[in-house]
């Protein structure tokens, strides 16, 4: 996949596999993207490999709220 900045992307693999964000910043020649999630209902910026993300089409995927 080719990575711009803006993108939505899931991530697929490592300790953040699972959620959802967009990209900041973009290291082409690390292979590296900085991408803005939210966990723990804050925003945070990682930095991910480009073999651990893979592009959505779309807006971010929110998740259903629990019922406790």
């Given at each position: 996949?080719?990575?711009?900045?803006g993108?939505?992307?899931?991530?697929?693999?490592?300790p953040?596999?699972?959620?959802?964000?967009?990209?900041?910043?973009?290291?082409?020649?690390?292979?590296?993207?900085?991408?803005?999630?939210?966990?723990?209902?804050?925003?945070?910026?990682?930095?991910?490999?480009?073999?651990?993300?893979?592009?959505?089409e779309?807006?971010?995927?929110?998740?259903?709220?629990?019922?406790?």
């Open positions: 996949d080719v990575f711009n900045v993108d939505t992307v899931a991530i697929e693999d490592g953040l596999a699972g959620f959802f964000g967009t990209i900041k910043e973009i290291n082409a020649a690390a292979q590296k993207a900085m991408v803005s999630t939210t966990m723990f209902g804050r925003t945070t910026d990682v930095e991910v490999e480009f073999n651990q993300i893979k592009k959505v779309g807006e971010i995927p929110v998740a259903a709220p629990t019922e406790e």
